[in-house]
């Protein structure tokens, strides 16, 4: 997949208490339908989880992953077998499991530090790797997170991550600042602000801010509520730079590709 072309990724939470859109996926049949949707809507990506990372969560055991994850990966390649499948997980053991499953990406909110086997496994995997930066776990995140200077930190960790990888003769990283993820509303849009600044790695930009709390916290409202924020929020990323949008509502995002793609 070419990810210097704009990209949709939808969620697909296969989790009880995600912020938004928890235990609405655990049943086979709404599951398929909701992938059904998301295909149909224009979606390039699905990325399936199988643990919630809200502020505040508690990590599942790697059973209960794989338990949640797996059947459901197998059911989404039989019944649609051309998808592009990407898996949120931190775990290395996850990971090779689940490409040998069929899956086509791996999306690590933690960037390699949860699970220290992990970039040695996608250096074994060659899979596109989605290493995104968090202060901290779910749990702790954002108990107080502190930088010196939030942008610049977050650069500092991905060069450090980045030449990991290279040693491993590995270079198909995409980026994800990690919007929520240990940071303060204000950090948060001090990243949005300066998101081109990233550039600079010269790896594509992944930006997930669909419905989350830097939105309907700001406007008093909530996650059911905050369509159009993120709509928002996710045109000026694509404008500042962004190649992946990841999204709760892949017609809106559509949108926004179609309508940034006629600026030329």
């Known amino acids: 997949m070419d990810f210097l072309q704009l990209k949709i990724m939808g969620i697909l939470n296969l989790t009880p208490d995600s912020f938004y859109d928890g235990n609405w996926y655990f049943e086979e049949k709404k599951m398929l339908l909701q992938v059904e949707k998301m295909l149909n809507e224009g979606a390039d990506i699905i990325d399936v989880g199988a643990f919630s990372s809200r502020p505040g969560a508690t990590l599942v055991d790697v059973a209960e ?3 949640r994850l797996l059947p459901n990966l197998k059911s989404i390649l039989k019944h649609f077998p051309n998808t592009y499948i990407s898996v949120d ?18 999306n690590d909110i933690s960037g390699g530090d949860l699970d220290k086997q992990m970039f040695e ?49 590995f270079g198909n990283v995409l980026i994800d600042p990690g919007f929520g993820f240990g940071k303060t509303l204000e950090q948060n849009y001090q990243i949005l602000n300066r998101l081109n600044v990233f550039n600079s790695l010269q790896k594509p930009i992944l930006v997930g801010v ?32 962004a190649k992946i949008l990841r999204v709760h509502d892949i017609k809106e995002a559509k949108e926004i590709l179609s309508i940034v793609d006629m600026l030329g």
């Open 65 to 67: 992953e794989r338990k």
């Open 89 to 106: 997980t931190y775990r290395s053991k996850i990971a090779k499991e689940v490409v040998g499953e069929g899956a086509q990406m791996i």
């Open 121 to 169: 496994t996608i250096a074994q995997l060659q899979v596109p790797y989605v290493m995104m930066h968090m202060q901290g776990t779910p749990l702790s995140m954002q108990q107080n997170p502190v930088y010196k200077d939030v942008v610049n930190d977050i650069i500092n960790y991905f060069e450090v991550k980045i030449k990991q990888l290279s040693e491993l003769d």
């Open 210 to 241: 669909s419905r989350k709390s830097m939105l309907y916290k700001y406007l008093k409202t909530s996650p059911d509520n905050a369509l159009n924020a993120t709509t928002i929020v996710n045109t000026i990323a694509v404008l500042k730079g």
